[in-house]
C-alpha cells in the first residue's frame, strides 16, 4: 500500500495524542476528522490516478481538504 501524504498526524507533528482525545470527546471534531480522512484519501487517489479526474474537481477537492484542515487547526489549537 502506498503512502498517503496530509494524513493528519503528519500535518500536525507532536499533536497525535490530542488528536486521539479530541476524537474521543467530541463528536464534531472527531466527524471533521473522518471527512478529512475520506477526502484526503479522495484527493490522493485522484492525484495518484488511481480515479483520475480534471483539473477543476481536484482544485475542488483540494479547497475542501485546505478548508477542513483550517477548523481542525482551530479546535485544535482552542483545546
Known amino acids: ?8 498526524s503528519e500535518d500536525f507533528p507532536g499533536q497525535d ?18 471527512k478529512y480522512h475520506d477526502l484526503n484519501r479522495a484527493v490522493h487517489r485522484a492525484e ?11 482544485a475542488d ?5 485546505m478548508a477542513l484542515k483550517d477548523e481542525i487547526a482551530r479546535l485544535l489549537a482552542a483545546s
Open 61 to 65: 477537492l483540494r479547497k475542501q481538504r
Open 48 to 58: 495518484s490516478d488511481v480515479e483520475p479526474t480534471d483539473d477543476l474537481h481536484m
Open 17 to 34: 495524542a490530542r488528536i486521539h482525545e479530541l476524537k474521543a470527546e467530541n463528536a464534531h471534531f472527531a466527524a471533521l476528522a473522518q
Open 1 to 8: 500500500m502506498s503512502h498517503t501524504p496530509h494524513e493528519l
